[in-house]
């Protein structure tokens, strides 16, 4: 049964560990798409979800509106993500890109055995930024309610729907090839 | 226009994302285990200065320092934070602290070290790994006063 958002909150602020897994196995791969759609690498992302998680403890007691709990956790996250691109663009030496164990482009397609698979994953790194973001919220898992959506990404609910559509035509536009998408959807 | 295939199109992208690249089992586990921070007694120190917040104070510093100001009350740390010189990944910090504070400690998610404070409230730490950090004063007649978690 699904629990309300508010009741896992109010549960984990009383050291519910159970309640505090559930809000984790919600939201921590929303979290990790939007680090991903920063194109920050898999140590720094892992930094940025990390501490939105530690904040959030902080901050259970003071999180007022549960329906804002996904907008609060996405703002965090890409707050962190900026700061560390722009660490990386004044090229402090802040800058760990040696002793990482894996710089990995979010896109990066080793992993797929699929070709038209492959194909796909890497269209969606050529789409607009705004749509990247858009479909990597869209396709995490599980699969996002549109309020949380919408708070995610600070648009209006009512927007989502049509986004989602201009989106997904623009990712069918540089894909290009029918057969690849076809193919794929008649599965 | 709505296309017909949108929804299974969406799935599939899901089911590839969740193949190509998926959050990091050792994600999950630091996410579940965040819990176990919690410092219910304690004051939260908010962060209210943060040069990697506004580039303009980056430059007057010099590029390589961060500097950060946490407040709690009468008590507040002023830090500055950059890279060890000779040791590539690990991090110095100096700073101040002013306000009735007996002692310090600096915290990842992994474990503790302790600063000593200086007659002025100054103190030093060298050698801390990159990641989220925070710091915990101890007060005399007071609870203690932890900062928010920053990603160093």
């Known amino acids: ?187 | 226009m709505t296309h017909p295939g949108d929804d299974d199109l969406i799935e599939r992208l899901r089911r590839i994302a969740a193949e190509a690249d998926p959050p990091p089992g050792i994600v999950g586990a630091a996410a579940r285990a965040a819990l176990a921070t919690r410092r219910l007694d304690d004051e939260l120190a908010e962060l209210v200065l943060d040069s990697a917040h506004e580039p303009e104070l980056v430059r007057a510093a010099g590029d390589d320092v961060r500097m950060l100001t946490f407040e709690a009350g009468d008590v507040a740390v002023e830090l500055q934070v950059q890279a060890q010189l000779h040791e590539a990944g690990r991090l110095a910090m100096r700073g101040l602290v002013t306000g009735p504070v007996a002692g310090l400690t600096v915290e990842t998610p992994g474990g503790e070290r302790t600063a000593d404070l200086d007659a002025d409230g100054w103190f030093a730490v060298e050698d801390l790994p990159p990641g989220p950090t925070r710091l915990r004063l101890t007060r005399p007649d007071a609870p203690a006063v932890t900062s928010a978690w920053i990603a160093l």
């Open chain 1, 1 to 187: 049964m699904a629990q309300d958002t508010g009741e896992l909150l109010a549960a984990a602020a009383d050291g519910n560990q159970a309640a505090w897994d559930e809000l984790v196995a919600r939201y921590n791969s929303m979290l990790w798409s939007i680090a991903r759609s920063f194109r920050v690498n898999t140590a720094d992302a892992a930094d940025a979800v990390q501490t939105t998680w530690l904040r959030l403890v902080e901050n259970l007691e003071r999180i007022n509106d549960p329906e804002r709990l996904s907008g609060w956790l996405a703002t965090t996250v890409r707050r962190e993500c900026l700061r560390i691109l722009r660490k990386s663009r004044v090229g402090a030496p802040l800058d760990f890109a040696d002793e990482l164990p894996d710089g990995a482009d979010p896109l990066d397609t080793a992993l797929l055995t699929d070709e038209r698979d492959a194909a796909l994953w890497r269209a969606v790194g050529q789409i607009s930024q705004r749509c990247q973001e858009l479909l990597r919220v869209l396709m995490t898992t599980p699969p996002p309610t549109y309020a949380d959506v919408s708070a995610a990404l600070g648009m209006p609910i009512g927007s989502i729907g049509p986004s989602r559509a201009r989106c997904l035509d623009q990712l069918r536009r540089v894909a290009g090839d029918d057969d690849l998408l076809g193919a794929g959807e008649a599965r």
